[in-house]
Each structure stands twice: as structure tokens, then as C-alpha cells.
């Protein structure tokens, strides 16, 4: 290639590399397409996070990496199928999210039931995990208006409340600002743990779209409320 030509196409080689070959993404499917079966080799992150939640005794199934049109995929994925405890409600989790639930469960969650409330954990309710949708609750909020949610990605996860071994309900919607200071404190001491885990935990304290219920997302946002 002559001298000129080669200085010429450099830059465009460079941006090329740059961009981490974007001409080579799949066009987007639109939202409510037949889900298709992506052909991914297993990342090493994901490896790696199989292997913890083998070493933590944890029993769970991967899942085919999945592309359901609108920009919500599901790579990386697996269904929990036993952590110790039952938990309601859960399909497709990626599986960082996986990882930091089953341990804020373990280590944050079932101890400060028993300690706290003096009774075991018998039952943990979810409002569900994956679904193809945008954020929602914060309006006005800047980028919000259309971007995706982290359940779009499955990497979120809703809880709504706790059932205790003596027979006991604690949710979300009643415990948070109820008149037991035992429930208050318990609810606020999980929140301060998930944040420890997670890169978003939502509250009731956030806004009116969480008044039922915790949103714990594996991002690394750092953002807690």
C-alpha cells in the first residue's frame, strides 16, 4: 500500500478496533419477536461464577443464552433450583445476580431473621426476575424515558417480603413504615447488606414504584436508596 494510502487508512483501522467491531452486531429484533436461540461460547466471568455457586452447595440449571427482541437478552443465565431456602417467583437470573442473591440470603437475610426477629427464615417472596421492559417509576429522570430495565437483561431481582418459620408475614408494603420497630429495623438492616452486594438496591424510601418492594440489580452502579 502506498505510503499516503496507509497513513490515510489508519484511522479508520483504529476506530475500527475502537468501536469492538459493531458492524459485526446482529441488527435489532423488535420487541415481541420470537425468542431465538443465541449461539455464545460460556464468558469466563460466567464460568467462574458456575464454579461459586457450585462450591456454596448451591443446586441450579444454565440456561441457553437468549435474544427476545427489543434489546432484551439473557445471556449468562440459570435457574436457581435449590439455595436453602424457598424462593417464589424466580425464572432466568444471570448469574452474577444469582451469586450475590444466594449470598445476601445466606449471610444477611436468614441471620438477622433469627436474630432480630427471633425466628428462622421459612420463605422469601419475589415479584419476578426477567422481563422485557423499560425502566419504569422515574419519570423525568434523565436517559430513563425509554432505556431498558435490568430485568430486561435478567439481571434483577424484586422481593416483596419474608415468611418466618413461626408463621409470620413480613412484607415490604406493611413492615417498612408499619408500627412494629422489630420489622422496621429488619427491613432497613437487609437493605443496608444488599447494598453491599449489589451495585442498585431500590426501597420504599426511593420512590412510589417501589413502595412493595426491594429492587436489588448486579450493576455497578453504587447506587443505594
Not at 449489589?198 to 443505594?224: I, M, Q
Amino acid at each position: 500500500m502506498p505510503r499516503r494510502l496507509a497513513v490515510l487508512a489508519l484511522p479508520l483501522l483504529l476506530a475500527s478496533c475502537l468501536s469492538g467491531g459493531s458492524d459485526r452486531r446482529a441488527p435489532s429484533r423488535p420487541r415481541g419477536a420470537t425468542p431465538i436461540t443465541l449461539s455464545l461460547p460460556t464468558s469466563r466471568e460466567t464460568q467462574a461464577c458456575f464454579a461459586d455457586l457450585a462450591r456454596a452447595d448451591v443446586r441450579f440449571s444454565p440456561l441457553p443464552d437468549r435474544d427476545y427482541g427489543g434489546g432484551c437478552q439473557v445471556i449468562g443465565a440459570l435457574q436457581l433450583l435449590d439455595i436453602g431456602v424457598p424462593v417464589t417467583n424466580i425464572k432466568a437470573m444471570r448469574c452474577g445476580l444469582a451469586r450475590s442473591f444466594t449470598g445476601w440470603v445466606e449471610y444477611a437475610v436468614a441471620p438477622a431473621a433469627r436474630q432480630m426477629l427471633g425466628s428462622d427464615l421459612a420463605r422469601i417472596e419475589s415479584m419476578g426476575t426477567y422481563a422485557c421492559r423499560a425502566v419504569i417509576g422515574a419519570p423525568g429522570a434523565p436517559g430513563a424515558a425509554g432505556r431498558l430495565s435490568g430485568h430486561a437483561s435478567a439481571n434483577a431481582i424484586d422481593i416483596s417480603g419474608f415468611v418466618l418459620r413461626d408463621g409470620r408475614r413480613i412484607t415490604l408494603q406493611q413492615g417498612w413504615n408499619g408500627g412494629d420497630a422489630d420489622t422496621r429495623a429488619f427491613l432497613r438492616a437487609i437493605r443496608a447488606s444488599a447494598c453491599k452486594r449489589f451495585g442498585t438496591v431500590l426501597s420504599p424510601d426511593y420512590n412510589a414504584a417501589h413502595y412493595n418492594h426491594l429492587h436489588l440489580e448486579d450493576d455497578r452502579a453504587g447506587f443505594c436508596r
